[in-house]
């Protein structure tokens, strides 16, 4: 009733803001869909499990409210001390934000992988979680209600609810506008917590690096499938050059944890690396908006995965 009286409901609505991260099994769309609601490319996305391994942010901006999402990496079972870590930050992530939402592909049957992560969701009990049935292009509307019901059940088994279950597609754009819809109004009420115009607060180095780590996954997933780390060194801008044609310098290491995996990535008479360097540039300049001048080293740094010091030193 108190509504009937508002002049309307966009003027007298509170500005809402706050964190929203996307969780599920690795593949489950979570990147893609952080792309989709952003507009701009800022998470890595790739065909291959678990390749999101720093908390990268994307930033909503509607008139009514300012959603931040935080892309985490996949909770897996650990293997290696990385992984633990990398657990670590999801739950962290979890324990922080104001929405949660749960990504579980339309195409897959829920697996003991989804139970997992939904066993784990069911112990927050306070963050609102939305269950996003992701990839809906990929079936029929028949298998997406089956895949409603199922998702419905699964938290009712565990003795909680969703606060919504949202069936959407981000390479379709099907209801991902919808599902930004859904989480505003459950964000607290805030004023904008970041400037307009900011897709990320991500630091640009960790971009660039996920850039060249993204290229050089590129086509040797198999071989070389979770050790290659990408790390920075610097970006300077050239000096003397005019006004008018700048240039950034930008010398990044990629470290791989074998010397045998280094012709892998550096290819027949360094062909490999060129295209690496080429492809990631090109990225690279669409993000910072300059011409780029890329350097690529290629060094080992062993077992980097299984070493707390190499992990602190390539920033995990
Ligand atoms: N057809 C279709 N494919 C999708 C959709 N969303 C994601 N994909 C594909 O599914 C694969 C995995 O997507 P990502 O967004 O990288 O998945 P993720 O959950 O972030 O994966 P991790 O980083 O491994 O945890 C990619 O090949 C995407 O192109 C969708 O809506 N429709």
């Not at 930050?89 to 992988?113: S, Y």
């Not at 963050?127 to 895949?147: H, M, R």
């Not at 505003?184 to 990320?200: K, N």
């Amino acid at each position: 009733m108190a509504r009937m009286s508002d002049r309307s409901p966009e003027s007298t609505a509170p500005h809402r803001a706050g964190f929203a991260c996307f969780v599920g099994r690795p593949n489950a769309g979570k990147s893609t869909l952080t792309n989709a609601l952003v507009g701009t490319k800022v998470a890595i996305t790739s065909n291959r499990p678990q390749t999101t391994r720093h908390t990268v942010r994307g930033i909503v901006h509607r008139p009514d409210a300012q959603l931040v999402l935080v892309d985490t990496p996949g909770l897996h079972k650990p293997r290696t001390l990385l992984g633990e870590r990398l657990n670590d930050v999801v739950r962290t992530t979890w324990a922080e934000v104001d929405v949660i939402g749960f990504c579980l592909p339309a195409d897959q049957k829920l697996g003991p992988g989804d139970k997992f992560i939904a066993k784990e969701l069911a112990g927050i009990k306070k963050t609102p979680k939305i269950a996003i049935i992701t990839k809906t292009d990929l079936v029929e509307s028949k298998a997406v209600g089956e895949q409603l019901i199922a998702v419905h059940r699964l938290a009712e088994e565990l003795g909680f609810e969703w606060a919504e279950i949202v069936p959407v597609s981000a390479v379709g754009d099907s209801q991902v506008q919808l599902l930004a819809d859904l989480i505003a109004p459950l964000l607290p009420e805030s004023p904008p917590l970041y400037p307009e115009g900011d897709l990320t607060d991500e630091p640009e180095m960790v971009m660039v690096a996920e850039l060249i780590r993204e290229a050089a996954l590129e086509g040797v997933r198999d071989e070389l499938p979770h050790s290659i780390a990408v790390v920075v060194e610097e970006m300077i801008p050239r000096e003397n050059r005019p006004a008018d044609r700048p240039l950034l310098d930008i010398h990044a290491n990629v470290y791989i944890e074998r010397p045998s995996q280094k012709g892998i990535i550096i290819g027949p008479k360094g062909s490999r690396l060129k295209e690496v360097g080429m492809k990631s540039r090109k990225h690279i300049e669409a993000l910072l908006g300059t011409p780029v001048f890329l350097d690529l080293h290629v060094k080992v740094a062993k077992d980097w995965q299984r070493d707390p010091k190499q992990l602190r030193k390539l920033g995990f």
